[in-house]
């Protein structure tokens, strides 16, 4: 199973750096958000992509479809997390029990 990530230039960068095996770099311009809505049923039906990270400000431009598979994930991007901190020391606690302090 493959891992995309959909994002700005900055953020799809470092993830091909981290070896994601498909990147796409979208803009939040209308004609851009419309490609990221084709590329993400793409990559949905496509059937090879297991993971599908997506950063935050580009997810609250288009609906997220409800799937069990893909697992579609939102990351922060290089300005960081729409979430806030203490959401995101929360997510963290809850996904592998060790809580962040500054």
């Known amino acids: 199973m493959k891992i995309a990530v959909l994002g700005d230039s900055d953020t799809v960068l470092g993830f091909r750096l981290a070896g994601v095996h498909e990147a796409y770099v979208f803009e939040e311009t209308p004609m851009d958000v419309e490609r990221l809505r084709n590329k993400l049923r793409e990559l949905i039906e496509s059937g ?16 997220i479809p409800d799937v069990k598979l893909p697992i579609i994930l939102q990351v922060p991007d290089k300005s960081g997390s729409k979430l806030g901190e203490k959401a995101l020391r929360e997510i963290v606690r809850r996904a592998i029990g060790v809580e962040l302090k500054r």
């Open 48 to 63: 090879d992509v297991g993971i599908i990270l997506i950063t935050e400000r580009l997810a609250e431009k288009i609906e």
